[in-house]
């Protein structure tokens, strides 16, 4: 009964219960949030609506509620969901004209993709961004996708439903961007400096199944070659391998703006999974905050390739070896892009309904604490994380 | 003369006698072989340290001999050990009696068997820009060393088990391979001692004036006043018959004060090719008052002359000094990234040295950080008979191996 966090992503989670709760089947719906928070805090009219929610590790959206003879389980995605589901095209569309941007800033273009149900926090970045394109009628999530991928955003959805944004010259303000969390195969533990993760299991996979090093845009007869930034690939036995993909333009997306958006997603593929015997990381130099999905961490491995071996493309903060547990290393910092952890026992599970905001109370809260099963207690529960090592791009460290 | 029957390193210090059945079990994916014995000593401490060896040893490669059945010397992967201690026995009266069992993954006999070193080469971060130049050592005794087509220049070095072969100036990211006889596998090892005692894994007393890494070439223990740790860290080396005296060396927090005692110690890595250990000290006691600690990584390599230190705080950065403990007229030669005592040791010539920027005190013989840190990487080396520089043993030799840093994997491989 894992929750799978992801990086710009819903992820989902599911949760069961052990023991009968007909009596809350009337008030358990979809649309409402599950929220975890790391401790159990009794009964939630003791705090307001705000507080609960800033306490909370996690909260996803209930998309499926089903009862078994009085039993109760449900699954569900994380706020990410909002703003639309790829899968069925399901989700807000902005219909009215301001979704026509030209030339547009970064917080006007946001202020009209972000849908009500979310709020938008954070907008930093240091770059003069000018966006022209038509967003008109199209899915939010969609939208926004194609906003981050051609000026160089990324952001995270908190528990709050506050939406943070931040771009490539990363700021640290929303996400760990310079590491203090090492996972080192090789040297697990603790350290006066760092903050050690012990990993006990590294899958290290490279993929070029889906890779693209090229895309025509336009129909077959009348296209531009867009080739972005791209130079990955490798020769055959005479000569070098073209992998060319053919995308309609769009008629409203600048098409060197569309042919990297493609060719982005169609990267070669680095899947790396990364179990941890911690549940939780909790990093002591980042303010005791848990480490979420798009932040960076350490991972040293020669035996995966995990290493820093960059050369002279990173900037020297990245390439520089590292002092921990008395050797020297030289782990490659790599962003977190999904983490799968398990609801344990000890930390608390509650239900908001779906009512109007200025209505809610935390009356309206529901504890399910005491009904969940648990997955596991937590010396036995560890992490997953899944890192990405590609398309990395670096800001300047704080001086 | 070898001991009757060797597990690894138990049997190396205490005597562990014939074992009661030995069998081997070979089927189409793997060859086990398990050992049944007893452990009893000359004395109840001697016989639990046999307990607490074995158990360490789980999952580490190890070679075993015995003297009953030469045939069956050979090197195998720990996969299990069970020790009973059951009060039928009269486990815990008089010298002690503990039934042990060891399940391992049989890799096979010298014949079948040689060693390869993984090598992570990674080049410490310095400020001096000293050229790094990777060296590795087998074992004393050792043969058949490959680079593959790297070409390391091979010197000699003298240990208290003979002399070892150091192949230095190796490329980055070469992993040599090497041979040798199971009896001869710990020859020229690091050792940790802990209690009086040989330490085979990662659990050792809480002794913080009681340990000693003997690396052969050289040894490191605690400064002890009274019984107790009093903050200093000292070293000597082996001059080639006989070890040479010791020489203290002391850390300065920020320069000014200076660590008077450790309060723990604890091992972060023991294996024959190098040997980690972490000593820590409580910030909150004067004479610097704060809720932050202090941490001292000493790590030693086989067949090495130098010895890696990091220090760290982690309270508010600071420039920290290392050096000689007692006043040592020393030379920072132009530019280096060390200092040399001036007078030499018994015929040696002593170095403290620093990654980072530093500067020098020629008069105390220490060197402190220019920039405000929460760590000092440095380390002190040894160029046993004065040797000069170029030969490999010399100061800026030793200089340009601290700078490459390798961590060590050693598995056996079928030939």
């Given amino acids: 009964m894992p929750v799978t966090e992801a990086y710009m992503d819903p992820g989902d989670w599911r949760l069961s219960c052990r023991v009968d709760t007909r009596h809350l089947a009337a008030r358990i719906r979809p649309y409402g949030l599950l929220v975890v928070i790391p401790q159990w805090v009794g009964d939630p009219a003791g705090y307001t609506d705000t507080e609960l929610l800033a306490a909370a590790r996690y909260a996803g959206v209930v998309l499926d509620s089903q009862w078994d003879n009085g039993i109760l389980s449900m699954v569900g995605a994380g706020l990410d969901w909002f703003l639309g589901d790829r899968s069925t095209g399901i989700g807000p569309r902005p219909r009215s004209s301001a979704a026509d941007f030209v030339d547009a800033g970064p917080e006007e273009v946001l202020s009209v993709l972000v849908p009500d149900t979310l709020d938008l926090g954070l907008v930093v970045g240091d770059e003069a961004i000018w966006h022209t394109a038509d967003y008109r009628d199209r899915l939010a999530k969609v939208s926004i996708a194609a906003f981050c991928t051609a000026e160089g955003l990324h952001y995270r959805i908190h528990p709050t439903g506050v939406i943070d944004f931040d ?3 990363y ?6 961007e310079w590491p203090t969390v090492i996972a080192s195969a090789t040297n697990p533990g603790s350290d006066a400096l760092w903050t050690g993760v012990t990993p006990v299991d590294i899958r290290a996979r490279h993929t070029i199944r889906d890779h693209m090093n090229g895309v025509l845009v336009g129909t077959e007869g009348d296209s531009v070659l867009v080739t972005g930034n791209v130079t990955t690939g490798g020769y055959g036995p005479h000569g070098w391998t073209h992998r060319h993909g053919l995308v309609p333009s769009d008629g409203t ?7 990297g958006g493609v060719l982005a997603a169609h990267g070669p593929a680095y899947d790396y999974a990364i179990r941890l015997q911690e549940h939780e990381v909790v990093d002591p130099a980042g303010g005791y905050a848990p480490i979420l999905p798009g932040d960076r961490i350490y991972v040293w491995d020669p035996a995966s390739g995990l290493t820093n071996d960059w050369g002279s493309t990173a900037p020297s903060w990245a390439r520089e070896a590292l002092w921990y547990r008395g050797e020297a290393i030289a782990p490659v910092p790599v962003r977190i892009v999904e983490s799968e952890w398990p609801i344990v026992d000890g930390m608390g599970v509650y239900y908001r309904p779906p009512i109007r905001p200025q209505d809610i109370t935390s009356d309206d809260w529901i504890d399910l604490t005491r009904y969940v099963e648990w997955e596991a207690t937590p010396t036995e529960a560890g992490t997953l994380l899944r890192i990405d090592q590609s398309n ?3 800001g300047a460290p704080p001086t | 003369m070898p001991p009757n029957l060797q597990i690894g390193r138990v049997g190396l210090d205490v005597d562990l006698n014939s074992p009661q059945d030995l069998s081997f079990d070979v089927d189409d994916d793997r060859r086990r072989v398990t050992i049944r014995g007893y452990l009893r000593a000359a004395s109840l401490d001697e016989t639990k340290a046999l307990r607490s060896e074995l158990l360490a040893q789980r999952g580490q490669l190890v070679p075993v001999t015995w003297a009953g059945d030469s045939s069956m010397a050979g090197v195998g992967v720990v996969d299990a050990v069970t020790v009973d201690v059951d009060w039928r ?10 039934r042990f069992a060891v399940v391992m993954d049989w890799v096979g006999s010298t014949s079948e068997v040689e060693f390869q070193s993984l090598l992570s080469s990674v080049e410490a971060v310095e400020d001096h820009s000293t050229t790094p130049e990777w060296w590795h050592a087998p074992p004393v005794g050792s043969l058949a060393y490959s680079a593959g087509g790297a070409t390391p220049v091979l010197i000699d070095r003298a240990t208290e088990d003979g002399t070892i072969h150091v192949a230095t100036d190796m490329p980055a990211g070469t992993h040599p391979t090497w041979s040798v ?32 890494i003997n690396a052969k070439t050289l040894r490191i223990r605690p400064g002890v006043t009274a019984d107790a740790s009093n903050g200093a860290i000292e070293v000597a080396a082996w001059q080639g018959s006989d070890w040479g005296p010791w020489v203290s060396f002391s850390v300065w927090w920020a320069g000014t004060n200076r660590i008077p005692s450790w309060h723990y110690v604890s091992v972060l890595k023991n294996t024959p090719e190098a040997v980690v250990i972490r000593l820590v000290r409580d910030a909150a006691e004067a004479p610097f008052a704060s809720t932050a600690k202090h941490e001292l990584d000493i790590n030693v390599r086989r067949g090495g002359r130098l010895v890696t230190m990091l220090y ?37 010539r002593w ?25 000092m990487p440095w380390w002190v080396g040894v160029a046993v008979g004065n040797a000069s520089n170029g030969t490999g043993d010399g100061p800026a030799d030793l200089a340009k191996q601290f700078v490459a840093q390798s961590g060590e994997i050693v598995r056996a491989v079928r030939r």
């Fill in chain 1, 167 to 169: 771009w490539s010259e």
């Fill in chain 1, 171 to 176: 700021s640290g303000l929303v996400f760990v």
């Fill in chain 1, 253 to 259: 997306s600048e098409t060197f703006a569309l042919g």
């Fill in chain 1, 392 to 394: 990395q791009t670096y």
């Fill in chain 2, 89 to 98: 026995d009269g486990a815990l009266q008089g010298a002690g009696f503990f």
């Fill in chain 2, 181 to 212: 006889n199971p009896a001869n596998y710990y020859d020229g090892a690091v050792e940790l001692w802990a209690g009086s005692r040989l330490r085979a894994g990662r659990d050792m007393p809480m002794l913080p004036a009681g340990w000693e």
């Fill in chain 2, 312 to 348: 760290k705080f982690d309270g508010a950065s600071a420039q920290h000094a290392v050096g000689f403990t007692d006043t040592t007229a020393a030379a920072r030669p132009s530019s280096a990234s060390y200092i040399n005592a001036t007078s030499l040791v018994s015929g040696d």
């Fill in chain 2, 351 to 375: 170095l403290v040295g620093a990654p980072a920027a530093f500067t020098e005190d020629a008069v105390e013989g220490q060197v402190q950080i220019d920039n405000a840190s929460k760590s």
